[in-house]
């Protein structure tokens, strides 16, 4: 019954089409902005959520009902309801709605809906889709665009405040992050789809990695203009090669590889090449720096004449992972009107979305990052950004695996991964939607066990599986030493440990004074 790759809707649907429009998870970070987004173009909308947020407080202030508590009578006189994919079959509102027959849509058929009139750009890919989307909701704030955007996440705003992740525009252009765990991205139609990388995810739903990039390739050809890849990916590059040639000759490829060094992609198939030129963050900086050489095909609106541009561009986000997710959203901003200098002078003043090697504090000498990374891939970008933007430091990281399938699909790329950092202690695992029941004897023990023989030391002194997360915080709290710096790192709760670890810190360095 709930089935969220199913279309709702056309390419010509609006949303006075909906009706009324109850949302069941209305304070869900990717619900919210939907509702308001709605309610913002006239359509009768409310919610019902288990419990009060500010984002529910949000919603109210706007004249947006909201019920606590998820009940049958809830959507009585909906015409449409709206679900997201942590909604279960048997939810009571589901029943109700099923029952009396009113027409239930995917979260994503709103998104959907809301790009048909907007200009839409959406980022799709396996690691960096709420950073990069981030970055483009930035840049044309900036620019003045007011753009509407739905990123699957908060942004850090300046003095440590959060910036919630979706907004309600006035402008043309909608940003969103396309999520493709559930192949629901295969409804969006955007003007610009911009696609991260491809490595495999999601295999339980997708079944194997060449259905997973098949999803990507059919994406592509959604966009009815550009296509923005990043060509240092192989898996991408093997996703513009299964294109058809009328989609390929769309593609704009960015990528930190001098497009004659490309064997498996011929560059003349596509619109144009954007390159990541000497690329470097020196030590202690801060500051992760770049040259983008944006060809004439591109700035061509911006730029008199179409000249080619080269931009010198100052990141306060490490790694040169998101030097290409900045690649991605200049180019995408120029592609929208922005001018590329003024691109490169908003992106400067990013400061990463929530959760994105993020500083929670620091005591005794001790620095607490929190991130995100919950694939292999994105572990060992992480790691190196910490190597580079703290090299004399001992790297200690506690990591809470995300979903058991994952864990045991990945487990010998999440050992090698982890590997870069000095210490770490893996926890439980973060169930989300999966039940321990159907992955018997799939838990921490399962990475460090897959850690053998990495290192010259044996797993056990560098690599140990704690399962609860409050016992690894302080263990870790208690083994860190001045000018350390400890990452929680995870998808799931792992994130609350950073007060945890805090507080340890400060009280193991009250007990020594």
């Known amino acids: 019954m709930l089935d969220p790759t199913h279309a709702a809707f056309g390419t010509d649907a609006v949303p006075a089409d909906l009706g009324r429009t109850h949302f069941i998870g209305i304070g869900g970070a990717g619900m919210s902005v939907l509702a308001e987004m709605l309610h913002a173009q006239g359509v009768a909308v409310d919610g019902s959520d288990r419990e009060r947020s500010s984002k529910t407080d949000r919603l109210t202030a706007l004249g947006i009902p909201v019920e606590f508590g998820q009940r049958a009578d809830n959507v009585a006189g909906a015409e449409t309801v709206v679900y997201s994919s942590a909604i279960k079959p048997d939810n009571p509102e589901i029943v109700a709605a099923s029952a009396a027959g009113v027409r239930i849509v995917h979260r994503s058929d709103i998104l959907a809906l809301l790009m048909n009139g907007k200009r839409a750009v959406t980022v799709a890919g396996a690691h960096g889709k709420t950073t990069t989307?981030?970055?483009?909701?930035?840049?044309?704030?900036?620019?003045?665009?007011?753009?509407?955007?739905?990123?699957g996440g908060s942004i850090q705003g300046p003095d440590g405040t959060t910036l919630d992740g979706g907004h309600a525009g006035r402008g043309p252009v909608l940003v969103a992050e396309a999520d493709e765990s559930d192949g629901s991205f295969a409804k969006y139609h955007p003007t610009i789809a911009i696609i991260t990388n491809t490595e495999a995810d999601h295999l339980d739903h997708y079944g194997d990695e060449a259905h997973y990039q098949t999803a990507f390739v059919d994406h592509a050809g959604h966009a009815t203009d550009h296509v923005i890849i990043c060509a240092d990916d192989p898996d991408n590059r093997g996703v513009i090669a299964a294109m058809p040639d009328a989609v390929r000759s769309r593609v704009i490829a960015y990528g930190t590889t001098s497009a004659s060094d490309l064997?498996?992609?011929?560059?003349?198939?596509?619109?144009?090449?954007?390159?990541?030129?000497?690329?470097?963050?020196s030590a202690g900086s801060g500051s992760e720096r770049f040259t983008l050489e944006l060809p004439g095909a591109i700035t061509g609106a911006t730029v008199a004449g179409g000249a080619d541009v080269s931009l010198d561009v100052a990141l306060k986000v490490p790694g040169v992972h998101n030097a290409r997710n900045a690649a991605a959203a200049i180019t995408a901003a120029v592609l929208l009107g922005v001018a590329p200098d003024a691109a490169a002078q908003a992106i400067a003043g990013f400061l990463g979305a929530s959760r994105r090697f993020q500083v929670r504090g620091t005591v005794k000498q001790v620095t607490v990052v929190d991130d995100y990374a919950h694939h292999p891939t994105e572990i060992a970008a992480l790691l190196d950004a910490a190597r580079r933007r703290y090299p004399e430091s001992v790297i200690r990281v506690i990591f809470q695996p995300h979903l058991f399938s994952r864990t045991r699909f990945f487990a010998r790329e999440f050992a090698e991964a982890l590997a870069k950092a000095d210490d770490v202690i893996v926890t439980g695992v973060f169930p989300a939607r999966?039940?321990?029941?159907?992955?018997?004897?799939?838990?921490?023990?399962?990475?460090?066990?897959?850690?053998?023989?990495?290192?010259?030391?044996?797993?056990?002194?560098?690599?140990?599986?704690?399962?609860?997360m409050n016992l690894a915080a302080r263990m870790m709290a208690m083994r860190a030493h001045h000018g350390d710096v400890v990452f929680t790192v995870g998808?799931?709760?792992?994130?609350?440990?950073?007060?945890?670890?805090?507080?340890?810190?400060?009280?193991?360095?009250?007990?020594?004074?």
Request: charged share 25%; net charge negative.
């Open 133 to 151: 989307s981030s970055m483009l909701a930035h840049i044309l704030v900036h620019a003045g665009v007011d753009p509407s955007y739905a990123i």
């Open 263 to 281: 064997a498996d992609l011929d560059v003349s198939s596509i619109a144009a090449y954007v390159r990541i030129a000497s690329e470097a963050e």
């Open 434 to 468: 999966e039940k321990q029941e159907d992955f018997p004897g799939v838990g921490p023990e399962t990475i460090v066990d897959a850690a053998a023989g990495l290192k010259d030391q044996a797993a056990g002194t560098w690599i140990q599986a704690v399962g609860d």
């Open 491 to 513: 998808a799931g709760d792992i994130t609350e440990m950073d007060q945890v670890l805090l507080a340890a810190l400060e009280a193991h360095r009250e007990s020594c004074e």
